[in-house]
């Protein structure tokens, strides 16, 4: 049977990558290639790019509430064909079918109504001078910007940015990770069919380092929002800024989850096995290194492993399906490559942390159970550097001084949980701890006007609500003298 060929999505067109090569991409469920992907160069980006300017001014001159109906058009289109995107996002990642349905998709069609709404909602703002005159601001689209996205939540990340993007009047030329393509792919689908304005939203599929690096260097491309790992947020920031473009940078996280033995201990042991180990611990949310107060730490260690260890690994089409399968066989290699460096630097693996076969369709796809490992030095690379895969340590602690110094002690800032019922507790230490995100008694709950993103190796700037229109935008302030 031939296997589908993606196509670009250029200018309300589909088009095969110019220099005619195409990528191979696998299920990583079976471990098959399942369809083939542009790889697109500089001349693909040049088209795109050149789509997106041609289709600037008439989408930018579009009443607030016009662009608003397009993006609901499209978030209708998606959530009419939920069981498609479902099952090619699970297809596509490895994750469970019923992670994709829970999270994954509905959060697109989220995205896109949400920046509808917001769009409508959007005002500038104005300093009045008493005496004097005053001051009041235009905010204006960017023109072209690019939209480069990762491999772990595919369409809703990629959308994420493009709804915004959208939203504020600017057009896109978007990527969507090498690695999962194809919701990006039935997005371009589902724009033509719905009629989206043609060069409004491009979507150019390849490598990193080429499709990715000649969006980014382009000098029409007015901004770069990115989300993806640290070191390529730095190859992207030594590219762009010196061009000086806009750049937000959503990055990479190796998060702390604090639990004090005053917590609502069944609700943190579930919610910490959910924190750990969703979507195969692949989220950059996740809490890899979990801390527990000292006489709580017997009990949970014997809880979390029975639970951890109950978890169901293997196909993502099975209803009882846990944990699926990870992303990529070298993304699978570098996991359980930690897994051997933690041995080394004398970790003890509780449970979990084997490649396991599965059973049928599955026997040669990418599974590794969850793995809780023990007794590691917190200055160790194991609990330094992001793992990003269903891997966590734990460790006991004694004081709130001692546990600050150690949710603090990486260079990562993105999110952060908290556990106890002392609300003095939490207050001091939320003040106190270096994340962007941090949540107290709960995990990944999202309210979309929040500010979303990362300190100091975690990235630079924030997503979400306003503060993606403020950065998708270039305000102009005018003032005015009066007599
Ligand atoms: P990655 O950095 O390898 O790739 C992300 C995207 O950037 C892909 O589309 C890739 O093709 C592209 N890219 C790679 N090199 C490029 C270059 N030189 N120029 C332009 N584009 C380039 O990341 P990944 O492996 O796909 O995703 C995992 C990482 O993403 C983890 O570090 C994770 O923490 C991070 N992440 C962060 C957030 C957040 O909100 N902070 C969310 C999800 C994932």
């Not at 993502?316 to 066989?329: K, Q, R, Y």
């Not at 990944?444 to 997503?463: A, C, M, Q, W, Y």
Request: glycine share 10%.
């Amino acid at each position: 049977m031939k296997l589908e060929n993606i196509k670009n999505y250029i200018g309300g067109k589909f088009r095969e990558p110019t220099g005619g090569q195409y990528l191979e991409n696998y299920e990583p469920a079976t471990g098959k290639v399942y369809s083939y992907i542009p790889d697109s160069d500089e001349r693909d980006v040049e088209a795109a790019v050149g789509a997106a300017t041609a289709a600037r001014s008439d989408w930018a001159g579009l009443k607030p509430e016009e662009r608003a109906k397009w993006m609901m058009k499209l978030a209708d289109a998606i959530e009419n064909d939920m069981d498609l995107y479902v099952a090619a996002e699970s297809k596509d990642t490895g994750k469970p079918v019923s992670l994709a349905r829970a999270m994954d998709i509905p959060r697109a069609v989220s995205n896109f109504r949400f920046f509808a709404h917001t769009i409508t909602q959007f005002s500038s703002e104005s300093h009045f001078m008493q005496g004097v005159g005053i001051n009041y601001t235009l905010r204006s689209p960017l023109g072209v910007v690019g939209c480069i996205s990762p491999w772990n939540l595919p369409l809703y990340l990629f959308s994420w940015k493009i709804a915004p993007a959208l939203a504020a009047g600017n057009t896109v030329v978007a990527k969507p990770s090498e690695v999962t393509p194809y919701t990006a792919w039935l997005l371009s689908k589902t724009c033509a069919e719905t009629g989206f304005p043609p060069g409004v939203l491009n979507i150019v599929h390849g490598l990193g380092h080429k499709t990715g690096e000649a969006i980014c260097s382009h000098p029409e491309v007015k901004a770069i929002s990115f989300t993806g790992g640290t070191s390529t947020g730095k190859r992207i920031a030594s590219v762009a800024a010196p061009m000086f473009k806009k750049l937000s940078l959503e990055l990479g996280g190796k998060n702390p989850n604090i639990i004090f033995a005053d917590c609502d201990y069944e609700e943190m042991l579930s919610v910490s096995v959910r924190s750990s180990f969703a979507n195969q611990g692949q989220i950059c949310l996740c809490g890899s290194r979990i801390y527990v107060e000292r006489p709580l730490y017997e009990k949970f260690r014997k809880d979390f492993i029975s639970r951890v260890s109950g978890l169901v690994t293997g196909d993502p089409h099975d209803g009882e399906t846990n944990i699926g399968a990870l992303v990529s066989e070298q993304h699978m290699n570098k996991i359980l490559s930690y897994i051997d460096l933690a041995r080394q630097e004398g970790g003890i693996v509780l449970t979990g942390g084997e490649k396991i076969i599965a059973g049928g369709r599955c026997s040669q796809g990418w599974f590794v159970t969850p793995a809780v490992i023990e007794g590691l030095d917190q200055s160790c690379r194991t609990n330094q550097e992001e793992i990003f895969g269903p891997v966590v340590t734990i460790a006991p602690f004694d004081t709130e001084e001692e546990v600050l110094a150690y949710a603090n002690g990486t260079g990562y800032g993105l999110s952060a949980t908290l556990w106890t019922q002392d609300l003095n507790r939490a207050h001091r230490m939320a003040e106190k701890i270096e994340s962007g995100i941090l949540w107290i008694n709960c995990w990944l709950i999202r309210d979309l006007r929040t500010p979303f993103g990362g300190v100091k190796h975690s990235g630079v700037g924030r997503e979400g609500g306003l503060e993606a229109l403020r950065f998708f935008t270039e305000p102009k302030n005018i003032c005015i003298k009066y007599h």
